[in-house]
């Protein structure tokens, strides 16, 4: 089996997840920016995580010969700070051109605040400005619907955007439908308790079909597990999907969907 983690916090995992995604099949990691489990308190946290995303992370990756890509921002935990937000947006900039950038993210809502709205209306400017692809964080459980739809409506007021260069992450079965028919990319994220089960995800490939759509499993500071798709590909197999369809959502289409970066090198093999 081969696949693609697209969306993986792997600051926040230990080198043994690392060695087990590589025996696993995993062919590359994609990381996007986000909290560090607590509340930075000053820009220069941002700059130390960024230097960590786009130098330190990838060499650990490459310890077992994994790519490491990554995207930038504050995320929408800490953007209540409007201040410190300018700050890092500021020095997002100097990051952009690292080797190992494929865009802005994960950016979005947490809380649905006004704060919040602004500082993402903020980085869909500096995204948009610099040509760069969109990573969005939708927020949980009963305000997902009502905050994808708020994300939604900001991207598409902006005709600078185009919806095929923005994934729309964290969809479950009552948002995937609008994002989908908007012409936006869909990621599911798949936890063990909240975001999508497994099963659950294979629901929504079944009713919703397998374009603009891709597998992840976040892997973060809470309860996650690295091994989120390949085990999903598993129970893809059981339920009787051939090995085309799978490959096709576990690894081409994060391929289809970051190749759109002139940055991603699609793995060896395609």
């Given at each position: 089996m081969r696949y693609i983690e697209p969306?993986?916090?792997?600051?926040?995992?230990?080198?043994?997840?690392?060695?087990a995604m590589a025996i696993a099949g995993c062919q590359a990691v994609s990381e996007p920016a986000f909290w560090a489990g607590f509340d930075r308190?000053?820009?220069?946290?941002?700059?130390?995580?960024?230097?960590?995303l786009t130098q330190h992370?990838?060499?650990?990756?490459?310890?077992?010969?994994?790519?490491?890509?990554?995207?930038?921002c504050i995320n929408p935990k800490e953007s209540e700070d409007l201040k410190l937000a300018d700050e890092v947006l500021s020095i997002i900039l100097e990051f952009m051109d690292c080797p190992n950038v494929l865009?802005?993210?994960?950016?979005?809502?947490?809380?649905?605040?006004?704060?919040?709205?602004?500082v993402l209306e903020k980085h869909i400017?500096?995204?948009?400005s610099n040509d760069q692809l969109i990573l969005v964080h939708t927020p949980h459980l009963e305000d997902k619907?009502?905050?994808?739809?708020?994300?939604?409506?900001?991207?598409?007021?902006?005709?600078?955007?185009?919806?095929?260069?923005?994934?729309i992450d964290h969809v479950e079965e009552h948002t995937v439908g609008m994002v989908l028919d908007d012409g936006f990319w869909a990621g599911m994220t798949l936890y063990p308790e909240t975001k999508c089960t497994s099963n659950r995800a294979i629901d929504i490939l079944e009713l919703y079909g397998n374009e603009r759509i891709w597998m992840n499993s976040a892997c973060d500071?809470?309860?996650?597990?690295?091994?989120?798709?390949?085990?999903?590909?598993?129970?893809?197999?059981?339920?009787?999907?051939?090995?085309?369809?799978i490959d096709k959502v576990i690894y081409q289409n994060p391929i289809e969907f970051m190749s759109q970066s002139p940055r991603f090198n699609t793995p060896e093999g395609l």
């Open positions: 969306h993986g916090h792997m600051v926040s995992r230990t080198t043994d997840d690392y060695q308190s000053s820009v220069q946290g941002f700059y130390d995580y960024f230097c960590q992370e990838p060499r650990r990756a490459a310890m077992f010969g994994l790519p490491h890509y990554t995207w930038l865009g802005i993210g994960e950016i979005g809502l947490n809380k649905n605040s006004r704060n919040e709205m602004l400017d500096l995204a948009a619907r009502k905050g994808t739809q708020l994300i939604l409506d900001v991207l598409k007021s902006d005709s600078r955007i185009r919806p095929e260069r923005c994934i500071w809470g309860i996650s597990v690295p091994l989120a798709v390949p085990r999903a590909a598993q129970e893809m197999k059981r339920r009787g999907c051939n090995s085309r369809q």
